[in-house]
């Protein structure tokens, strides 16, 4: 026994890299049973985020049974997890979990839309598991898509705005969950930013306001504190499209 990890796909491209460097490693069957329960989705979703995350260049699912709806559900997480064929990132990005017994999670960035990101997360547990992030520093609209229990189709659970190095996500027993993330795009939930009230803005009250220009901001509009706020040009004038200083240690950009 090795006491250990036996790192196994790593193990063979070594020994590939040794032999005929600049081939690529392909699995030409795999499987892992439960394609009735849960549990099948979640080891199909690991296998796609290792295969990812270790550079696999072609792997071959090879079916069992004539039905597999919990296998196709771990597919959907990286290949239409919002019914629109939303996919991950074409870019794989090393993550590292504290205790991947419990969780893990596989990053990705889209090089086509660079503000994009996308996660899938895992709870391999049988309790609830708050998660936190570090090591990527992104903020934005985020995107909750999931498949749990008897689920097989990945369900819409949300959108909120996330600080991924501050972020705590929920993940529940036996799931997988995959979001999506819009870089420097905001959502009407950011918790720091400025409220709007009725008056000429334009924009519904207690919405927040995502970007500020010249015109936005009024004698009413307020911080999350409750206190008015003023709006002044940095540097001189502020042309259209210029960063803008919000007195009350709120700083945006349009």
Same mark, same amino acid.
């Given at each position: 026994?090795?006491?250990?990890?036996?790192?196994?796909?790593?193990?063979?491209?070594?020994?590939?890299?040794?032999?005929?460097?600049?081939?690529?490693?392909?699995?030409?069957?795999?499987?892992?049973?439960?394609?009735?329960?849960?549990?099948?989705?979640?080891?199909?979703?690991? $296998?796609?985020?290792?295969?990812?995350?270790?550079?696999?260049?072609?792997?071959?699912?090879?079916?069992?049974?004539?039905?597999?709806?919990?296998?196709?559900?771990?597919?959907?997480?990286?290949?239409?997890?919002?019914?629109?064929?939303?996919?991950?990132?074409?870019?794989?990005?090393?993550?590292?979990?504290?205790?991947?017994?419990?969780?893990?999670?596989?990053?990705?960035?889209?090089?086509?839309?660079? $503000?994009?990101?996308?996660?899938?997360?895992?709870?391999?547990?049988?309790?609830?598991?708050?998660?936190?992030?570090?090591?990527?520093?992104?903020?934005?609209?985020?995107?909750?898509?999931?498949?749990?229990?008897?689920?097989?189709?990945?369900?819409?659970?949300?959108?909120?705005?996330?600080?991924?190095?501050?972020?705590?996500?929920?993940?529940?027993?036996?799931?997988?969950?995959?979001?999506?993330?819009?870089?420097?795009?905001?959502?009407?939930?950011?918790?720091?930013?400025?409220?709007?009230?009725?008056?000429?803005?334009?924009?519904?009250?207690?919405?927040?306001?995502?970007?500020?220009?010249?015109?936005?901001?009024?004698?009413?509009?307020?911080?999350?504190?409750?206190?008015?706020?003023?709006?002044?040009?940095?540097?001189?004038?502020?042309?259209?499209?210029?960063?803008?200083?919000?007195?009350?240690?709120?700083?945006?950009?349009?």
């Amino acid at each position: 026994a090795l006491g250990g990890p036996i790192h196994i796909l790593n193990r063979l491209q070594t020994k590939i890299d040794a032999t005929w460097p600049g081939t690529k490693l392909a699995i030409s069957e795999y499987g892992n049973g439960g394609d009735n329960h849960i549990a099948g989705a979640i080891a199909e979703a690991d $296998n796609l985020g290792i295969f990812g995350a270790q550079g696999v260049f072609q792997a071959s699912f090879w079916p069992t049974s004539p039905s597999y709806p919990f296998i196709l559900a771990g597919f959907k997480m990286y290949r239409d997890f919002d019914g629109n064929l939303g996919s991950f990132g074409d870019i794989s990005l090393s993550s590292v979990s504290s205790d991947p017994s419990l969780v893990s999670t596989y990053v990705s960035h889209d090089s086509q839309r660079t $503000n994009r990101y996308v996660l899938v997360a895992i709870n391999r547990s049988i309790t609830v598991q708050d998660v936190a992030f570090k090591g990527l520093g992104i903020s934005g609209a985020a995107r909750l898509y999931r498949v749990e229990g008897t689920q097989t189709t990945p369900v819409f659970v949300g959108e909120t705005f996330a600080r991924l190095n501050t972020w705590v996500v929920t993940l529940p027993a036996l799931s997988v969950t995959t979001i999506e993330i819009l870089d420097g795009q905001a959502t009407g939930s950011d918790p720091t930013a400025p409220l709007a009230v009725e008056d000429a803005l334009r924009r519904p009250q207690n919405t927040r306001i995502a970007k500020v220009r010249l015109t936005d901001l009024l004698a009413n509009d307020s911080s999350p504190a409750g206190l008015p706020l003023s709006i002044a040009g940095v540097g001189g004038a502020t042309p259209p499209g210029a960063t803008v200083e919000i007195i009350g240690n709120f700083v945006v950009s349009t």
